[in-house]
C-alpha cells in the first residue's frame, strides 16, 4: 500500500467475558479532612509560636475580641487548644495532625466503614473492575485456570490489602487515591462466581507498511507481570479468530450494489487498497447522503457517524403499525460481532429513529451466510429477534450489510492492504436513491423464503443497553 499516513484506526472491537469469584469486603478506611482556613492557620500559628495571648492572637488576624471568641471555642470543644490565663496553645493531642504533612498543614483524619463487593478474575487472579456491559454469549469466554475455585479468603484479604491504591483508581475509580489509607480489613466473604467484561481494540496501522495492533488488556507496565496468565489467554482466544478473506468477486458485487467504483479503483499496482487515494477520490466525488466508513459497522465511530446521518434526515412517517425492520447480513468469519458494541449500536439505532419518527416497533433479523453454519450462530439469538442462514450465493460472505428497512444502511467490504492484512471499507448510506439500489439487490422479500430459519422469537421485550443499569453477571457452568 502506497499511502503517506501514519495513523492509526480501530477497525474491529472484541469483547471477552472473564471468570471470576465475588468477595464481600469489610474494611475501615482513613481520609483526610481539611479544616476551615481560620481554624487551621490559627493552628500553624500556635504551633510556630507553641503559648500566645488570645488578645494577641485576635489582633494578628485582625479579629475583635467578639470575633476570635467563637473560633477559639470550637477549637477547644475539638480538643485542639486549651486556654490558660488567658493564653491558649495547642493541645498536646493536636500536635499529631501535623504529622506527615509536606505542607506544614494540619490535618483531620476521619475513619469510615467501606463495604465493598470484590470481583477476582480466576485466570491471573487479579482485582477486576467490571465493564458497563453484561456477560452475553456472543462473546468471547476465557476459561478459569484449573485450580481457580479453590481462591482462598485469605489471598482474597491480602491482595486488598497490597493493592488498595490499584483498587482506589481501578475500581472505584477515585481521581486522587492519595487522600485514603486502609486502616484495617474487618471481614472478607466469599459469594458467587461470575464473569466481567473486558473489551478490546483492533487498530489498523500504516507505519508505513499496514500492520494490525491488538489493544487487549490496558495494564500498567509495573503490574504486568501479575496480569501475565490473562494477557496470554486473551491473546491466544484472539489470535484463534478468523475473518473473511477479500476477494475479486466480493469487490465486484460492491461495486455493482452502490454503484460505487471508489473502492475497487483505490487498488495499486500490487492489487493492495490504498485507503489514502479511496479517501481522497470521496472528497473529490462526494454524494450527499452517503460517508465513507473503515472497519466494522458496529464499532462506536462508525455507529455514531451512521445515528448522525439518521438524525440528520428529515422528519420519518408516523408509525402504522409496521414494524421497523433491522435486518444485518453479517460476514464469515469467527471474529464477527463478538462485543459488547453490537448490541450498543443495535440500541442507538433504535432510539435514533424514535426521535425521527415517535414511538415504533422494531424487529431485528441476522442473516449469515452458509460458511458461517458451523461458527456457533445461535449464540446472537439473545440480540437479534430472528436468524437465518441465506442461500448459497446470495451475498459474499467478505460483504456486510446493514439495513434499516427504507431508512438507512451501512455496506462493507473487506479489502486486502497486504498479503497478510485486511479491513472492511464501504459507506454508510441515508440516500434514497442508493438505499433503493440495496434493497433491491438484497431482494429480502424472496430471499426470506429460500433461507433456513435458525431461530424466531415471537414476543421478546425489547432490552435497551443502558450505561446506568446494574451489572448482572452471568453464571459460568462447570467444566
Known sequence: MASETHESVVVCTYGFNIPCRRFLIRANVTRDRRLPLVDEFVLRTLKLAERLPAKRLASFFGFTDAEIEPVTADLVSAGLIVIRDDYIELHPSAHAHFRGSEDGAPR???VDP?????????????????????PTRNLLDIRPDGMARELPVSFARKAFQENFAEYLRKVRRISNPDRFSLYSVS?????????????????????????????????ETENFARFRPLANALNDAYRALRGAEPSAAALSEFSRILSDTTVARAHNEFEFFDYTMWMAQNVSERTPGRQPIIGAPYIARNADLFVKLLEDLPNLSSDDGKAVEIRWFRPGGSIWGITPDLQETIASIKSAVRRKRGKAKFRTKLIIPPVSRRENPKRFDRIF???FVAPSGHLSP????????????????RVAFSATVSAPVGFAIVDKLGLERIEKA?????????????????ER????????????????GED
Do not use: C, Y
Open 442 to 458: 438484497l431482494k429480502w422479500e424472496r430471499t426470506r423464503q429460500r433461507s433456513e430459519e435458525l431461530w424466531a422469537n415471537i
Open 398 to 413: 467478505a460483504m456486510e450489510v446493514l439495513l434499516v428497512s427504507g431508512i438507512g444502511a451501512i455496506v462493507v467490504v
Open 114 to 134: 467501606w463495604i465493598e463487593r470484590l470481583w477476582f478474575d480466576l485466570v491471573s487472579r487479579n482485582m477486576m473492575a467490571p465493564d458497563r456491559a453484561r
Open 385 to 387: 429477534d430472528e436468524g
Open 187 to 219: 471481614d472478607v466473604e466469599p459469594e458467587r462466581f461470575g464473569s466481567v467484561v473486558i473489551r478490546g481494540t483492533e487498530e489498523l496501522v500504516f507505519d508505513p507498511q499496514p500492520r494490525l495492533r491488538p489493544h487487549l488488556l490496558e495494564v
Open 108 to 110: 483531620v483524619v476521619d
Open 461 to 476: 421485550a425489547e432490552e435497551m443497553v443502558s450505561t446506568s443499569s446494574p451489572i448482572e453477571l452471568e453464571e459460568f
